[in-house]
Nanobody, 116 residues
Framework: VQLVESGGGLVQPGESLRLSCAASGFTFRGYDMSWYRQAPGKERDLVAVAQKSGEITNYEDSVTISRDNVKNTVSLQITNLKPDDTGVYYC??????????????WGQGTQVTVSS
């Protein structure tokens, strides 16, 4: 199983980013896919979920998750970035998203830094 995140970087407040996670080694369409953010010194927080059923939940107004079951990718669009959005963004795959932190697969993360 491999999850590889990309798209992070240093951006200025108000800009947008699109993060991507490429998945391999498992049946992608059978898994719920989630994005988490871990800010410096804080716990990993759930940001958005794209369930295998097609149901989408974005837990913040500035984020939009999407998945492509053909390309086996999940993306996270973040708009109007703020310094509080700074952190490492992780992709998670789990058969049930609510169990993701316990038994899901994790990528290595991609760093997003929002600073002027």
């Amino acid at each position: 199983v491999q999850l590889v995140e990309s798209g992070g970087g240093l951006v200025q407040p108000g800009e947008s980013l699109r993060l991507s996670c490429a998945a391999s080694g498992f049946t992608f369409r059978g898994y719920d896919m989630s994005w988490y953010r871990q800010a410096p010194g804080k716990e990993r927080d759930l940001v958005a979920v794209a369930q295998k059923s097609g149901e989408i939940t974005n837990y913040e107004d500035s984020v939009t998750i999407s998945r492509d079951n053909v390309k086996n990718t999940v993306s996270l669009q973040i708009t109007n970035l703020k310094p509080d959005d700074t952190g490492v963004y992780y992709c998670n795959a789990a058969q049930s998203w609510n169990l993701g932190p316990l038994i899901g697969y994790w990528g290595q993360g991609t760093q997003v830094t929002v600073s002027s």
